[in-house]
């Protein structure tokens, strides 16, 4: 599927990741992998999961630095000349904006931190690394339904990844001309490090997999699956889309009896 593909992964904290699901179903369909961490809190973890999936590189880049993703980009090229995939699977609010009623908690500071780390972060990757992507490659990035739809505490994320998405219908736009696809893939709820921040996730789990058409919460595997999908040429009609793996969560005005 992603035979030979030379594709670069940001946001491996560990490995309840959805990062890490991701990869390894890219590594199960033959892609060649590179890794990028925030820091060196998860290098432990990185520099074992990156000998289980083919010697993948890793590199250390924290992207509220614009400089650390040059070098990011850089040593991709520098290794692969070409870069044919991206996934940006990265999201950040400080603890105390995504806890309460927004009017309570919202501040200009935690705004900026969420939106630069949340949204900006794809942006600056994609404008990093647009000259050296491959004739016929896929960028994508993980986002969530609280975009569209109010969810408690989920507060100044939502406003960042409707920014994100947005992002995304633009990127898509300007280079799609280049051959290169962007989109986004809306998951479900996941039990994972940066959703144990949202207050009440585990509420929101419960009541999630009991609304869903399927019935039942969605795997980070079957997030891996679709993200393997997009990064793949089987999927080189699709450019600018939110793909929501979701269990058809999103379609619903409200729950049939
Ligand atoms: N878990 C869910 O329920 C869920 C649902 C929908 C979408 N998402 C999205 O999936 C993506 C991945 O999150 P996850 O749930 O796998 O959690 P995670 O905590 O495993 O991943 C988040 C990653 O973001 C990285 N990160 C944060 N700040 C960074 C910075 N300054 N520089 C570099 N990296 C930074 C962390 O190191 C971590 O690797 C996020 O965009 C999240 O919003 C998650």
């Excluded at 950040?92 to 939106?115: K, L, M, V, W, Y």
Aim: glycine share 10%; aromatic share 8%; hydrophobic share 40%.
């Amino acid at each position: 599927m992603v035979n030979d593909k030379k594709i670069l992964v940001i946001g491996l904290a560990n490995k309840y990741s959805i990062a890490a699901s991701i990869c390894d179903v890219l590594y199960e369909q033959g892609a060649e992998l590179a890794f990028s961490y925030q820091n060196e809190r998860f290098e432990k973890f990185i520099n074992g999961f990156a000998a289980t999936h083919g010697d993948a590189k890793t590199f250390v880049c924290d992207l509220s630095n614009d400089s650390e993703i040059k070098d990011l980009i850089k040593n991709c090229v520098e290794n692969w000349g070409e870069i044919d995939g991206i996934v940006h699977s990265v999201g950040f609010s400080p603890a105390d904006q995504i806890s309460g009623n927004i009017e309570d908690c919202i501040t200009r500071e935690g705004f900026a931190i969420t939106h630069d780390i949340s949204s900006y972060s794809f942006a600056a990757v994609v404008k990093e690394a647009a000259p050296y992507m491959s004739k016929s490659s896929s960028i994508i990035t993980l986002t969530y339904i609280g975009s569209q739809e109010a969810t408690p505490n989920y507060n100044v994320m939502g406003m960042a990844k409707a920014s994100l998405e947005a992002g995304v219908r633009y990127f898509s736009a300007s280079l799609g001309s280049k051959g290169i696809r962007v989109n986004a893939v809306s998951a479900g709820p996941i039990k994972t490090l940066a959703a144990s921040g949202i207050k009440g996730f585990k509420s929101m789990l419960n009541k999630h997999g009991k609304e869903t058409p399927l019935g039942r919460n969605i795997t980070a595997k079957e997030v891996g699956n679709t993200s393997a999908f997009l990064l793949s040429d089987l999927s080189s009609g699709i450019t600018g889309q939110v793909i929501y793996v979701d269990g058809g969560y999103n379609i619903q005005a409200m729950k049939f009896d």
